[in-house]
């Protein structure tokens, strides 16, 4: 069954509007018949337009310094490795319970409290040092957690 030059001109028109939802001249089992009622200009624009769906392709690119490639590279919470450090000496000044699960909760708590800080690290570098204002806050970020779970311990 061929189609009438209205309804090609209506798909001609809905490919040039909809490029990335047109339908294709391959798929259509009338092929031989589309196209030879198109005339030359529809298929010079048809041609034109098929380019445009190359968005669709993914193509892989090569960034980076061929040597820092082979290093292994971890992702890390910066602020998590910091609250853990100034636990075991909070928890030192306050009479709470150093169970598993009350630590946990309050390295939670006090996680919950900060701003994240990411970084990529080598594998086994250390955290970089914070400043004093950052420090202020992870220490007093983690004193209300562990007075919050002192006060309603989970267990």
């Known amino acids: 069954m061929s189609k009438t030059k209205k309804d090609i001109d209506k798909d001609l028109m809905y490919k040039m509007l909809m490029p990335s939802g ?3 001249l391959k798929a259509a089992p009338d092929t031989d018949s589309r196209l030879s009622a198109m005339t030359d200009e529809q298929n010079v624009r048809a041609a034109m337009k098929e380019p445009l769906n190359q ?10 310094v061929a040597f820092m490639d ?14 853990l450090e100034k636990l075991e000496s909070a928890l030192a000044r ?8 009350c630590k946990k909760d309050i ?49």
Do not use: W
């Open 94 to 101: 306050f009479q709470c319970c150093k169970c598993d699960r």
């Open 107 to 155: 390295v939670a708590m006090a996680l919950n409290k900060l701003p994240p800080k990411y970084m990529v690290l080598l594998e086994g570098q250390p955290t970089p040092d914070i400043d004093p204002q950052t420090n202020a806050q992870v220490v007093t970020a983690v004193i209300q957690a562990i007075l919050a779970v002192r006060a309603h311990p989970r267990h």
């Open 55 to 64: 968005h669709k392709t993914i193509m892989r690119r090569e960034v980076g």
């Open 22 to 24: 047109s339908r294709t």
């Open 70 to 83: 082979t290093q292994p590279t971890i992702l890390v919470n910066a602020m998590e490795n910091i609250v």
